[in-house]
């Protein structure tokens, strides 16, 4: 007899080796009242603890009388969502050309006026020595976005994955999260201390009342500017990269801080508030350096220091988070009435005030400095109200992050480990099979005839051989193997 094309199985949960052979398509008569195209249906996938295996990896196989086709998960992408992926697989490639480009016409000389602004400090004032500020910050700003972009891509994917995958870290999203966390650690390691340098050599340094004391001053340090259009570049392009890539629980507690954040410290910025702006970002990145590192030894497996560095980072967030950032917070309270109160304009050296706000332009007055760097620069109620209210927000939010950490220290003493809340990391045992739909597909119906069937490519992809001599045990007249074996596949195409 001829032998039956070996029917595909399929893993019954944990009772392996039980399998449930694959019947023939259906005749004819129940073929031909389905659709002559394929069709599919999604086939939902129930989550039991264990991951269901399908038998082998083939993208089609037989279960339950039908066939399962696995095919990417591509669900609702728009133009936007296929942007983003886009953006995020060519990243690297993307900011090294316009990094490439913007070096290639600074080599123009007709250019190199336009283009210097994006690689150095503008508006040096030669007499004082000292900076002051304007629009064309802003070139070095996006220089300093795509740069980042440009960093963090290609350190995530030639140096820290590849270190992880030598330190035994095998999933993808581990490997990915641990890049991450890897990069913040180097980041924050890096303006953490240059911000600490700059608080330690400045007249604030432990004076919570010289924080106000230079206002309204309009010139700065050099290395203050570099470290303020430094950190504005890296929160604009922390915006970017939580918008782009594989979402958090927090997602939008998250933006929110980001947006919040850079509105912080663009106003700090350019209303000359760039002693406080230091301050508070000083007190903020200090935490960042306890938490990455803490993710890091987790993902390498160092699960006993995770835990000691997951106190070290709590107390360093309760510290610095909770009390001497609401140290801060006082402060724009209690000692920023001695600034003077009222009006300024002009520039540095040629400015004038106090003048009373003025009474025909409402509160929009309040926003001039944001674009005019010698337009009216004011100090009232409104103004310390308006920071004041952007620093308790940020507090709101921290003291619902810390909420969880607070959850977390419990679980660690009960004896579990130190896990961050916020991932999505609980669906890791489960992350290659979410990448994937199984649809159901009906079988194509088409009249064949009985040459069209190759027997040859069909052993091929078998692997089945045909035995030299074949013998059916019901011989009928006329009928030769390939037409029997054509029945006993389900060929729709009856031969007489």
Request: glycine share 6%; net charge neutral; charged share 20%.
């Amino acid at each position: 007899m001829i032998d039956d094309p070996p029917t595909p199985t399929t893993d019954r949960g944990p009772n392996e080796g039980q399998h449930e052979n694959t019947q023939a398509p259906a005749p004819k008569s129940q073929a031909a009242s389905s659709q002559p195209q394929a069709a599919r249906k999604t086939v939902k996938r129930s989550y039991s603890g264990k991951k269901e295996t399908m038998n082998g990896p083939l993208y089609m196989q037989a279960s339950n009388n039908v066939v399962i086709v696995r095919r990417l998960k591509r669900n609702g992408d728009g133009a936007i969502k296929q942007l983003t992926r886009w953006f995020v697989e060519n990243q690297i490639g993307f900011s090294f050309n316009l990094l490439a480009l913007l070096f290639l016409a600074h080599g123009i000389p007709r250019a190199r006026s336009h283009t210097i602004k994006y690689f150095t400090l503008s508006y040096y004032n030669p007499q004082s020595g000292m900076y002051g500020i304007g629009w064309d910050d802003y070139y070095l700003t996006t220089f300093c976005v795509i740069l980042f972009t440009l960093l963090r891509a290609s350190v995530m994917e030639y140096v820290l994955a590849p270190f992880a995958k030598s330190q035994g870290v095998s999933k993808r999203k581990d490997i990915t999260r641990f890049s991450e966390q890897a990069w913040l650690l180097m980041y924050y390691t890096v303006f953490w201390t240059l911000g600490v340098y700059i608080y330690v050599n400045s007249p604030h340094y432990l004076n919570l009342h010289e924080l106000w004391t230079s206002w309204p001053s309009r010139e700065i340090t050099g290395v203050m500017k570099g470290y303020m259009i430094a950190q504005l570049a890296f929160w604009v392009q922390q915006i970017l990269v939580i918008n782009i890539e594989e979402r958090r629980k927090d997602h939008w507690q998250m933006f929110a801080h980001h947006i919040v954040t850079n509105a912080l410290i663009f106003a700090s910025y350019r209303y000359g508030h760039t002693r406080v702006g230091n301050l508070i970002l000083v007190l903020m990145d200090v935490v960042d350096l306890f938490f990455p590192l803490a993710k890091c030894l987790k993902y390498l497996g160092y699960n006993t220091l995770c835990d000691v560095m997951f106190g070290l980072f709590m107390v360093s967030w309760f510290i610095a988070r909770h009390v001497l950032y609401v140290w801060v917070c006082w402060s724009v309270y209690a000692h920023s009435p001695i600034m003077p109160t009222g009006c300024f304009s002009g520039p540095e050296n040629n400015r004038s005030g106090p003048l009373a706000p003025p009474t025909t332009k409402g509160s929009w007055y309040l926003l001039e400095p944001l674009w005019d760097s010698e337009g009216l620069v004011c100090y009232d109620e409104k103004v310390k109200w308006i920071f004041l209210s952007m620093l308790l927000f940020l507090q709101a939010l921290t003291i619902m992050w810390f909420t969880l950490i607070i959850q977390l220290a419990v679980k660690v003493l009960r004896g579990g480990s130190a896990e961050d809340p916020r991932s999505d990391d609980e669906g890791e045992d489960m992350e290659d099979e979410e990448e994937y739909v199984y649809e159901e597909a009906q079988p194509l119906e088409e009249e064949v005839g009985v040459e069209a069937i190759d027997l040859k490519n069909w052993e091929r992809r078998t692997g089945v051989k045909r035995p030299a001599t074949t013998a059916t045990g019901v011989s009928l007249p006329g009928h030769s193997d390939r037409k029997e074996l054509l029945g006993r596949i389900g060929c729709e195409k009856q031969v007489d």
